[in-house]
């Protein structure tokens, strides 16, 4: 005979996430992207840095330049768009809590202006760290715990009342893994973000499948594949050469620097950490 089950933390929070999604139109595109050079270079890279990371960031590049990337749509008092000032991520994490694999969503500020290793801290930081050390974490089974009509009411209100507070708790992007183990989702994502970003986490031979989710009401098909082909041209040269940098290649042949060439390379490097630290304590 069967029982009842009482519904965890953390579904109850996957719930309203499914609750806000099924009243968007959204979509999906896959598509297979090639970076055979950027794959080379993250196998030499300490720390490795993860597909997550690298297409966070090249996105986070394209939604910089491209503002519509950055909108939201607002239902209440009447429909309208709100253009967001600065990019926000928001990235699924698997964590284990109180003997139950959930779902916590980990935020990332601005991720174009960190440098990879710093994104790649902060991401092993959400996976690793004690969930009750990440203030978000604590934030989201708190918040998890409050009655379901309060918990619908938030959600909306964030969408149509406090757009601006929109960002810093949906993102103004979200970032799932699309496959595990063989396994890919071709459809498309579930959340409240615009955009939602799927990266495969084990490209074959730098080939990576890439699924982006979009709310139709915000976007079309033709805008997000010119953002899918602009994502890819960043991860193929920004991303890149930024990772050629950290492993000691040259970017456009993939071959090794000489000592002399590293040696000049990393002084280079020194001088400009020194100056963008410069400028963010300016700022």
Request: charged share 30%; aromatic share 10%; hydrophobic share 40%.
């Amino acid at each position: 005979m069967g029982k009842r089950i009482k519904f965890s933390n953390g579904r109850r929070l996957v719930e309203d996430i499914i609750h806000v999604a099924n009243r968007t139109p959204l979509a999906g595109f896959v598509a297979d992207q090639d970076a055979g050079l950027v794959a080379k270079f993250r196998r030499y890279s300490r720390p490795k840095i993860s597909w997550n990371v690298l297409y966070m960031k090249a996105y986070a590049i394209v939604c910089k330049r491209d503002a519509t990337l950055r909108r939201a749509y607002v239902g209440f008092p009447w429909s309208y768009l709100y253009e967001h000032d600065k990019n926000v991520c928001m990235m699924t994490i698997a964590r284990e809590y109180e003997g139950e694999e959930r779902l916590f969503f980990a935020r990332f500020n601005s991720p174009e202006e960190s440098t990879l290793v710093e994104l790649q801290e902060r991401f092993d930081y959400y996976r690793r760290a004690p969930i009750w050390e990440i203030k978000q974490f604590r934030h989201q089974i708190n918040f998890a715990k409050a009655p379901r009509l309060a918990r619908r009411f938030a959600w909306w209100s964030l969408a149509n009342l406090w757009p601006k507070k929109r960002a810093s708790h949906m993102g103004t992007y979200g970032m799932s893994i699309s496959g595990n183990k063989g396994c890919y989702g071709a459809s498309h994502h579930l959340g409240p973000a615009t955009t939602t970003l799927g990266v495969d986490p084990s490209p074959k031979k730098g080939v990576s499948k890439i699924l982006m989710t979009f709310d139709h009401r915000v976007l079309d098909g033709a805008p997000v594949t010119k953002a899918m082909q602009k994502m890819h041209r960043v991860l193929t040269n920004d991303i890149k050469v930024e990772l050629a940098e950290l492993t000691g290649f040259h970017a456009e042949t993939g071959e090794k620097m000489s000592d002399i060439e590293l040696a000049e390379f990393k002084r280079g490097q020194r001088l400009r950490r020194i100056e963008t630290n410069q400028k963010r304590q300016a700022a």
